[in-house]
Each structure stands twice: as structure tokens, then as C-alpha cells.
């Protein structure tokens, strides 16, 4: 079975800095998607970025990016220019046959 | 990508009650799942429903305590049945195509007394 892992269960950040988030999985499946998810305290789960194993090119879209290593099974999202609306928990995730995993989150905080 | 609602957002039930949560989605969906959370928490999926054949639960899940049906490509409902304060919880509803993302609902957050 998939696992997918969340080292850091919190981490903070000043507003306008940089922040990376770690992700690792564990898989035999060659093709697969990868997906950070946002949780605010509104509860909504809101995609944040995904990303199809078989594409090399990192995904990015605005100031979020992450840095994809298939070889090494990691999966991290870098959030440039943070601001106090990303304060959230940010939820790494596997899918493959339509099934999602969830790693155990990281709490981040953005601070003025 | 889709819009998904759930009703009710919250209720207050007493033990040995059944609660029914639906999920609607504003577009057909080849996929419908449902999930339990715990506040502060990830996300444990219950089952997949499946359109028009019973729904595959994942290990610890089992159909007399989590009903699911799936009458359409846009609708699910969930039950949780004979409550217990163990089954408070946040349940989410999500879907999606078979290869692609996975929206979610608000959530139901559900007290048990």
C-alpha cells in the first residue's frame, strides 16, 4: 500500500518570505499523481497544485511550486512571497487507481 | 473542476441514532468517495461509492455502520448508523474523474452525544 509522509508537523513563516514543505511517498507504481492540498480553519480543502508522475517539469502555478524527485519518491512545495492567507494546513497526497492518500499534514503559519 | 455541497454542515445526534449526510455535485463525476477527519487531523477514507453497485470500503469500514449509496454520477449519501460518541467527527465527501483531481464538499461535522 501507498504511504505518503509529512515530516514536519508545523512550520512558520514571516510574511513575503520563502517556505518549503516536505513530502515523501512510498510506491512500485510508476505512474501516478501527486497533489498539496490547503485545509484553512474553514475546513475546506482546496487544491493547491498536482502533479503527473510521468511529467518531468516541476508544476507551478503562482507562488506555489514544488520540486518533484520521482527517483527519490519526494514531493515538496515551495511557497514564494507567503502571505497570512496561506496560514493553513497543507496536506500531501498520492493517487493511483482513483484512490487518494493522505499524508498527516503540516501546520503552517504565516506571520506579519 | 466541480463545485460540491454537503447537508447538513453540523448536527448534534444522540448515541444510537442514524445520521444521513449528503453530497451533491454541480457536474457528473466518475468518481465519489467519503472520508472521516478528525479535527487537527488527516484524512481516513471510508469507501468509494461506486454508481449503481455497492461501494468498496477501505479495511476497518463496514457497510451495516457506513451505508453508502450512489444512485447517480452527481449524488451520494452516507449514513452513520447507531451513533456513538466515538463517531464524532468531521466527514468530508469528495469527487472526481478517474484519473484526475479530487474536489471536496465543506464537510459535515457531526457530534455525538
Known amino acids: 500500500a501507498q504511504t505518503v509522509t509529512q515530516s514536519q508537523p508545523e512550520m512558520s513563516v514571516q510574511e513575503a518570505e520563502t517556505v518549503t514543505l516536505s513530502c515523501t511517498y512510498d510506491?512500485?507504481?510508476?505512474?501516478?499523481?501527486l497533489f498539496w492540498y490547503k485545509q484553512p480553519p474553514s475546513r475546506q480543502m482546496i487544491l493547491v497544485i498536482r502533479?503527473?508522475?510521468?511529467?518531468?517539469q516541476n508544476a507551478t502555478e503562482n507562488r506555489f511550486s514544488v520540486n518533484f524527485q520521482k527517483a527519490a519518491k519526494s514531493f515538496s512545495l515551495k511557497i514564494s512571497d507567503s502571505q497570512l492567507g496561506d496560514t493553513a494546513m497543507y496536506f500531501c497526497?498520492?493517487?493511483?487507481?482513483?484512490?487518494?492518500?493522505f499524508g498527516a499534514g503540516t501546520r503552517l503559519t504565516v506571520k506579519p | 473542476s466541480a463545485v460540491i455541497s454537503q447537508k447538513p454542515s453540523r448536527d448534534i445526534c444522540q448515541r444510537g441514532t442514524s445520521l444521513t449526510i449528503q453530497c451533491q455535485v454541480d457536474?457528473?463525476?466518475?468518481?465519489m468517495f467519503w472520508y472521516r477527519q478528525q479535527p487537527g487531523q488527516s484524512l481516513t477514507l471510508i469507501a468509494t461509492?461506486?454508481?449503481?453497485?455497492?461501494?468498496?470500503?477501505e479495511s476497518g469500514f463496514v457497510i451495516d455502520k457506513f451505508p453508502i449509496s450512489r444512485p447517480n454520477l452527481t449524488f451520494s449519501t452516507l449514513t452513520v448508523s447507531n451513533m456513538s460518541p466515538e463517531d464524532s467527527s468531521i466527514y468530508l465527501c469528495?469527487?472526481?474523474?478517474?484519473?484526475?483531481?479530487?474536489?471536496f464538499g465543506p464537510g459535515t461535522r457531526l457530534t455525538v452525544l
Open positions: 497526497a498520492f493517487m493511483k487507481w482513483e484512490v487518494m492518500r
Open positions: 510506491t512500485s507504481e510508476n505512474n501516478y499523481y
Open positions: 502533479q503527473e508522475a510521468y511529467k518531468q
Open positions: 457536474s457528473q463525476v466518475t468518481m
Open positions: 461509492a461506486n454508481q449503481g453497485s455497492e461501494a468498496t470500503y
Open positions: 469528495s469527487g472526481g474523474g478517474a484519473t484526475d483531481t479530487q474536489y
